[in-house]
């Protein structure tokens, strides 16, 4: 959601062409679906991905196409299994009960 968009620690620049990470795909909404839950996202697409797990590639690896979701088959996927570490979640608001 919007409120942690200050928080997020993005990086200043990204590679291009390249396998950067993976996360998982929890859902895909509508933004109407997603607007719905009182949630709003600014975004170019008619979808919303909730994805969760972040883990980044030690070093980013070459990959032809545009901005995509992949599934990695063969040959490429066990080095990258291999090479992927978790992302630090801490900025993240947990609810204390």
Known sequence: PREYRSEIPFPTDYPTSALLGCVDLDDCLSN??????????????????????????????PIKGGHKLWTLVGDELKPAQQAVRKVSMSWVKRNET
């Open 32 to 61: 109407e679906e997603y607007s719905k839950k009182g949630l709003s996202e600014d975004n170019g697409s008619m979808f919303v991905f909730n994805c969760s797990h972040p883990r980044i590639l030690l070093l980013p690896s």
